[in-house]
């Protein structure tokens, strides 16, 4: 079975900065694409940033030129650096890794806080 492993979240003030990671249980080669979603309070889950095994990625619109997600394939690993934070980034942050196959593993979700 897969795991996902997050850390990195924590509680900052609006304009801070985090940086979440994320490992994967996962042969390095069966490894597709990976990215973060986010909950936040009273809302669906969304997609954040997402990044092909090549490195190529797609943001949702309120997040980009602010946050930039990366992967280090070798480690199955994913990262997502947040700067200028705002409140409405606050949530539950999510970590999604897919197979080849086409199978997709979530991770138990990390908490980021902003505070105005």
């Known amino acids: 079975q897969v795991q996902l492993v997050e850390s990195g979240g924590g509680l900052v003030q609006a304009g801070g900065s985090l940086r979440l990671s994320c490992t994967a249980s996962?042969?390095?080669?069966?490894?597709?694409?990976m990215g973060w979603y986010r909950q936040g309070p009273g809302k669906q889950r969304e997609l954040v940033a997402v990044?092909?095994?090549?490195?190529?990625?797609i943001y949702e619109d309120s997040v980009k030129g602010r946050f930039t997600i990366s992967r280090d394939n070798a480690r199955a690993m994913v990262y997502l650096q947040m700067n200028n934070l705002k409140s409405e980034d606050t949530g539950v942050y999510y970590c999604?890794?897919?197979?080849?196959?086409?199978?997709?593993?979530w991770g138990q979700g990390i908490q980021v806080t902003v505070s105005s």
């Open positions: 996962i042969n390095i080669f069966n490894l597709n694409a």
């Open positions: 990044t092909g095994r090549g490195g190529s990625a």
């Open positions: 999604n890794v897919k197979s080849n196959g086409g199978s997709a593993y």
